[in-house]
C-alpha cells in the first residue's frame, strides 16, 4: 500500500466556513435538534470539527436513531406508518421503514403547496440559445398531475416501467414525477446514445411507455433522432404507448401521442401510496462486459438519502439554485432532481458544455443566478488549463459552492476554483464528491461546517460508514486502502433487474468482504476525517506489491500543457512480470519526442515516486470513456491481454468504439 501523501499534522486548509455559514447551516441546526430529540451526541461549541465527527459517529452507530431523525427533521409523509426504521441490517438484503407507505414525487412537489412560492420557478431550463426559461411550481405540479392521470389511462400500474429517451430539459422531470406519483419506475437515457445502448438497457426492464424526442441540439447543431426512435420503437415490443416530444419542432410519428395533449389539463395530482422499498427508478451502470448493470433503487431509500444529501450536505433550501452539468443518462440528473425536495430551484442545461467556448457552463451559472454549481473534475482542469477567469469574467456573485465528481478533483483544480474566485473577493466552498451509481448519492464529500483542504473531500457523509480497508478487511488511516461501507444505506440497490437469484449483485459488491459493501475505488481516510480518493481499485496498478491509484498519475501528467488526455494501464505478464505503459493523447500542434518522455517521466517521479514512472509512454488517438465520461481502463487492460475486443468490452458502453482498435493493435504488436 502506498502512504497517502498527506500525513496526520494539520495542514492549513485551503478553505474555512465563517461563523455565520457554520451557525446557518441546516447540518448545525439538525445536530442541535437531533441532540435534545433523538439522542445524538451535544455539539462541542467553538469545534466544528469535533461536532461533525460526534455525528458521524452517531449516525452509523445508530442508525435507526439517525434515520428515524433524518425522517422527522424532513417531515417525511408515510402514508402508514413504519413499524421500525431497520427490520434487517444485512448487506445485501437490508430492510428498511417496513409497514410504511408514501410517495416520492408527493415530497418533490411539496413547495408548490405553499401559495407563497407557487409562482416562483421549479425548474429553470436553458439551452444553448435561449435565456433561462421559468418552469413555476404551480405549473409543473399540475402537469405531473396530468400526466400521471394520463399514464393511468393508458394502463400504467405500479411497478410498470417508464423510459425516457430524452436530454435534460423540463419534460423530462415531469415525465420522471408523473411516473414515480403513479407507482411505475422511471429510466432514462441521453439521445446521445445510440440506438444499441439503449437497447441494451431499455431491453432488460421492459418499458411499456416510451417519451422521446425527435431530435436535441448540442454545439449548435441539430441532431435528429428520428431513426433511432424508430428503431427503438421496433426493439421494444412491450411498449404500449409512445409520447413525441417535439424538441425540432417535428410532427409525431404515426402512432406516437403528442407531449401537449397529455399534460395540458390542470389536474391535481394523485400519489400513489407505494412501500418504502417500491421501486423508483433503474439506473445503469456500464459493466465493463455484459449487459450494463440496471440498478433498482428505492422511492422510499432515495427520498431519504436525497434529503440527508442536499438539505445536510449540500446545504440546499427554498432560497437556493442548484446547477449540476449532466444529462439523463448519468446519476446526477437523478441527484440534481432531488433538489425539488428541499424546495430549491433546479438549473436544467441541455447543451454542450463548451459550446461556444469553455466558459459555457459558467454562463449558465451566472444567467440562472446558481447559488450551488456542481460540474465534472474534468471540466474545471479544461477550464484553469484554457486559462479563463469565470469569476473575475462573469457575475457569479450567487454562487456559494461549486462541486465536482466524476473523477477525484486534482489538487490544481481546488486552487483553481479557490484562487479564481477570490481574486474576484469570493468566498468560495469547494466540494468534490465521491459516489457513485450504484447509490445514486455521495459516500463521501461536502459538509457546509468544515473546512476544505486541497486534494481531499471533506468527510464521509452522514449515516455511511465509509472506511479504507487492507486486503485482510482491517481499516486502515493514513493508507490506501479499498473504499468500503460497512453499514446498509437506504439508496442502495434493492437489486438488479435482470438478477434472478441476486448473483450478480452480490457479486458486484460483496465478494471481496462478505457482507461489506466494497466499492471498488482506492480511498485514503485520513485521521483529520478527511477522504482522498485515488481511483478505481479495480483497475489497480500494483508495481512491486505496491498498489497505486491511476488518479494520482493522470493528474501529475494532465498538467503539462502537451498532454491532453492519458490512461495508465498495469498488466501482469505471464512470466510473472509486470509491464505499465502510459498512453497519452496529445494536444493540438504537440509532439511525443524524446524531450516529452523525458519531462513526463522527471514530472512523475518528482511528484509522485520512481515507482509510479511508467515502462513505456505510448502516443494514443484518444483515450475511449465510458458514456458517462469516465476512462475505460478495465477494458483496455483486457484487450492488451489478448481478450478479443468484443469480449473485452460491451459496445454500447463506450464513447469512441473506433479508439480501441488502437489498443488492439498495440496488442497485436506486443504479442508479435
Ligand atoms: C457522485 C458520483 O460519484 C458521481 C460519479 O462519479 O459517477
Known sequence: MTT??????????????????????????FHTWAAAHHGAPAPTPGDPAASYADLHRWSVDDLPAFWRAVAAWFDVRFATPYETVLADRAMPGARWFPGATLNYAAHALRAAEDPARADEPALLYVDETHEPTPVTWRRLRAQVGSLAAELRR??????DRVSGYLPNVPEAVVALLATAAVGGVWTSCAPDFGARSVLDRFQQIEPVVLFTVDGYRYGGKEHDRRDTVTELRAELPTLRAVVHIPLLGTLAPEGALNWSDLTGNDTEPVYEQVPFDHPLWVLYSSGTTGLPKAIVQSQ???????LKQTGLHCDLGPDDRFFWYTSTGWMMWNFLVAGLLVGSTIVLYDGSPGHPDIAAQWRVAEATRATVFGTSAAYVMACRKAGIHPARDLDLSAVTCVATTGSPLPPDGFRWLHDSFAESGADLWTASVSGGTDVCSCFAGAVPTLPVHIGELQAPCL????QAWDPQGKPV??????????????????????DPDGTRYHDSYFEMYPGVWRHGDWITVTSRGSVIIHGRSDSTLNRQGVRMGSADIYEAVE????????LVIGLELPDGGYWMPLFVHLAPGSTLDDALR??????????????????DI????????????????VPVKRLLQGTPLDKAVNPGSVDNLELLHFYEQVARDRAQ
Open 598 to 615: 523525458d519531462r513526463i517521466k522527471r514530472t512523475i517521479r518528482e511528484q509522485l515516486s520512481p515507482r509510479h514512472v511508467p515502462d
Open 618 to 633: 505510448i502516443e494514443a488517438p484518444g483515450v475511449p470513456h465510458t458514456l458517462t465520461g469516465k476512462r475505460i481502463e
Open 477 to 498: 488511516i493514513d493508507e490506501v486502502g479499498e473504499l468500503v461501507v460497512t453499514n446498509p444505506m437506504p439508496s442502495m440497490p434493492t437489486r438488479f433487474w435482470n
Open 300 to 306: 422510499g431509500g432515495i427520498l431519504l438519502e436525497h
Open 4 to 29: 497517502a501523501p498527506h500525513s496526520a499534522h494539520r495542514p492549513e486548509p485551503l478553505w474555512q466556513p465563517g461563523p455565520d455559514r457554520i451557525a446557518g447551516a441546516q447540518v448545525t441546526r
Open 559 to 566: 498538467r503539462l500543457p502537451e498532454i491532453r488526455e492519458s
Open 154 to 159: 393508458l394502463g400504467v400500474r405500479p411497478g
Open 463 to 466: 449515516g455511511t460508514d465509509l
